[in-house]
């Protein structure tokens, strides 16, 4: 990438393409994805599971290789990862053997005590956690697992952060609220992120931009700009337009299907 391309694009992906040997067989994951995402963007990725989605996030991530094509960080190629990239996972990964607040201070030791138990508290706050400082993971519900995975995601403030389906296991009221929380933090922080998830409204209402992709083999099919404002009215005009065009990708044969 050019140097004025690293400044302009946080994350750059080009034609990557990535196999997994499953079964003795080489397999195709991903095909020729090409994303170039801005510094303080919201990305999210939609697609069938299988599809490739994860994947993508933990090569972005650094944490799976990849072979064939670009893939780059703030204009270095992805090598592993690293300290500014951080990834919120399917499942929660909470250390068992670790207090909820040494799972979420786990990355702060450059910080002193007091200010690694102020970022603790205030993200633990955030995400609804506060009184459960002292519990072990087991003694936590999933919603609960997964929103300490969510605190500790956004206590190490990473500039680019990768959320991999983070609200699955959430009531729709915490989810909603948890919507909001993380746009706000979004702004204020002016972090980019880029969040799978399989639902269809979140993505929208999230987004600055919609990766919608195709069944494995997983190919981008489209991108979807969301507009700022009318695209953000849930169940709006516009937003059910856009829901309209991404059930459409994933039922082909029902392009009729009314979406209420
Ligand atoms: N380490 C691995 N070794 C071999 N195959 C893998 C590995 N990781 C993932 N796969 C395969 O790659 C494909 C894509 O997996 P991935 O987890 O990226 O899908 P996904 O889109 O995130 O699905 P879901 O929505 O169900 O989470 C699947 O067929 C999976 O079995
Ligand atoms: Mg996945």
């Not at 929103?147 to 956004?154: E, F, Q, S």
């Not at 680019?160 to 909603?176: H, K, N, Q, S, V």
């Not at 204020?188 to 969040?195: D, F, V």
């Amino acid at each position: 990438m050019t140097e004025n391309k690293a400044i302009e694009y946080i994350i750059n992906v080009e034609h990557l393409n990535k196999q997994f040997i499953i079964d003795k067989q080489p397999m195709d994951i991903l095909k020729d994805i090409n994303l170039q995402i801005k510094k303080g963007e919201f990305i999210t990725i939609v697609g069938h599971s299988g599809c490739g989605k994860s994947t993508l996030l933990k090569i972005i991530c650094g944490l799976v290789d990849y072979k064939d094509g670009i893939v780059e960080r703030n204009g270095h190629a992805v090598a592993g990862p690293g300290p500014k990239c951080g990834m919120v996972f399917q499942d929660h990964r909470l250390m068992p053997w670790l207090k909820i607040k040494d799972n979420v201070g786990f990355g702060l030791k450059s910080l002193s005590k007091p200010e690694r138990q102020e970022t603790v508290k205030r993200y633990l706050d955030l995400v609804g956690l506060s009184g459960f400082e002292n519990s072990y993971p087991s003694q936590l519900s999933g919603g609960m697992s997964q929103r300490a995975a969510i605190a500790r995601g956004l206590a190490n403030k990473p500039t680019i952060l990768l959320l991999d389906e983070p609200f699955g296991a959430l009531d729709a009221l915490t989810r909603i609220q948890m919507q909001k929380e993380i746009l706000r933090i979004q702004k204020e922080e002016k972090t980019t992120m880029i969040m799978v998830t399989h639902d269809i409204e979140e993505a929208i209402y999230l987004g600055n931009r919609i990766v919608v992709m195709s069944a494995r083999p997983g190919e981008i099919k489209e991108i979807i700009d969301v507009d700022p404002v009318e695209g953000k009215k849930r169940n709006g005009k516009r937003f059910n337009e856009y829901k309209q065009k991404i059930y459409n990708y994933f039922f082909e044969n029902e392009k009729e299907r009314e979406v209420s």
